[in-house]
């Protein structure tokens, strides 16, 4: 699990195919500390495995349903990503439940400054969009967020000063796809209404 609280912005070293898949090495400080073989790290909100390590960087695998689901295929050394460790037993939830695991992508529409705060405005499918809801939790690139508005084919949401400074998002040039992380208690909800015997059709 994750909350969605970014630890720090890692440094893309290396993306490049290793024995039929895909292998992405990061450099990084903080989510090192206390790393071993085998810990997850969410990397723009991909929940992923850590396959190795050195004194400034780690290795994660990708698998092919990673690379179809995220924008991790779209990296280049030198660009920055969005770094998490997963929750300790006895850590603070500072944003919300998170599992790492992205639904999708969307792009990125629009930036527009309000007084030292940004407004984003990310364009999504109606697969995404069914779940995302005004007030709700959203994880964009795994920064927990909170939607302001849901617009016919995609939502918006603020950035406040402190998290534009430590996030990746508000670098990215309009036009570059985003991970998303729905509610997943809303793909819950649906399932259990659909499947139930007393369930309205």
């Known amino acids: ?3 969605g609280i970014i630890e720090e912005i890692g440094i893309v070293e290396s993306l490049a195919m290793v024995d039929g898949g895909w292998s992405l090495t990061v450099q990084a400080r903080t989510v090192l500390q206390g790393a071993t073989l085998g810990h997850s790290v969410a990397v723009n909100g991909a929940c992923l495995t850590v396959t190795a390590l050195s004194d400034h960087s780690f290795t994660v695998g990708l698998s092919p349903e990673t690379l179809r689901r995220t924008n991790l295929g779209d990296l280049r050394p030198g660009d920055g990503v969005n ?3 997963s929750l300790a037993a006895d850590g603070r939830i500072g944003g919300h439940f998170l599992q790492g695991h992205v639904d999708g992508t969307g ?4 930036f ?6 940004l407004w984003v405005t990310v364009a999504a499918g109606p697969e995404l969009l069914r779940y995302i809801v005004p007030k709700g939790y959203i994880a ?7 939607v302001v508005d849901v617009l016919p084919d995609g939502f918006t949401f603020m950035l406040v000063a402190y998290t534009q ?10 036009g570059s796809r985003v ?6 208690l809303a ?5 259990l209404i659909r499947e139930a015997p007393y369930a309205i059709r």
Do not use: C
């Open 1 to 3: 699990m994750f909350t």
């Open 83 to 85: 770094l998490e460790r």
């Open 107 to 110: 792009i990125i529409r629009a």
């Open 112 to 117: 527009r400054p309000e007084g030292d705060s």
């Open 140 to 146: 964009v690139d795994g920064t927990s967020l909170t």
């Open 165 to 174: 400074q430590h996030i990746t998002l508000p670098r990215k040039p309009i």
């Open 179 to 184: 991970n998303l992380e729905v509610d997943v």
């Open 187 to 191: 793909k819950y909800v649906e399932k």
